[in-house]
């Protein structure tokens, strides 16, 4: 699916059909047209950001020669998000702790399975999810009311937002839902 096509689905929830038309048909958007495209495509990576910190994390796994102790977090391939857990050359999960430039664990090879943050994308990418457009759409258009300060609209995008993630993080392998708090 491409940013576009979300951008498309959250323009007729936010009352901007003229806007998803041109989008559809390639025709050229006039400045005001491409100032709330540009402010879609920012909420669709806010979005996309929301739902890989929280509910469905892009993870990725090296394996690491480990120098002192130490493996800086410069040697890996993309930015970690978070570290998820090191295991040693065996296979064992090991104790670790991370600071703001490396990564402390007491082995001598290491292979560290971390979380990372999606790439910024523009309106003509493609994104790469297991989600349905239409839930990214209900978070693009909650954020994108909330910026227009309406409040009572961006609560019943905030809701189908949530729902639809928390159902389908729970028939889905791949997301996991964080825990709730009793108040």
């Not at 003229?18 to 390639?26: C, F, T, V």
């Not at 991370?98 to 999606?118: E, G, N, R, T």
Request: aromatic share 10%; charged share 30%; glycine share 4%.
């Amino acid at each position: 699916m491409l940013v576009k096509d979300i951008i498309k689905l959250s323009c007729d929830f936010i009352e901007q059909q003229a806007l998803a038309q041109k989008l559809e048909q390639g025709s050229t958007l006039e400045s005001c047209e491409q100032e709330i495209a540009d402010r879609l495509v920012k909420c669709f990576n806010l979005v996309n950001n929301e739902v890989a910190s929280e509910f469905v994390p892009i993870k990725k796994i090296e394996q690491f020669d480990v120098a002192n102790g130490k493996i800086l977090l410069s040697q890996f391939s993309a930015k970690p998000y978070k570290i998820l857990y090191v295991k040693n050359g065996l296979g064992r999960k090991m104790r670790f702790k991370q600071f703001d430039d490396h990564i402390f664990v007491l082995c001598k090879k290491a292979i560290v399975c971390y979380s990372i943050l999606p790439p910024v994308l523009s309106i003509t990418d493609q994104v790469d999810s297991f989600l349905p457009e239409r839930i990214f759409a209900y978070g693009v258009a909650r954020e994108f009311l909330f910026m227009q300060s309406r409040f009572d609209d961006a609560d019943i995008f905030e809701e189908r937002f949530k729902n639809s993630l928390e159902l389908i993080c729970r028939l889905s392998p791949h997301g996991k839902m964080p825990r709730r708090r009793w108040l």
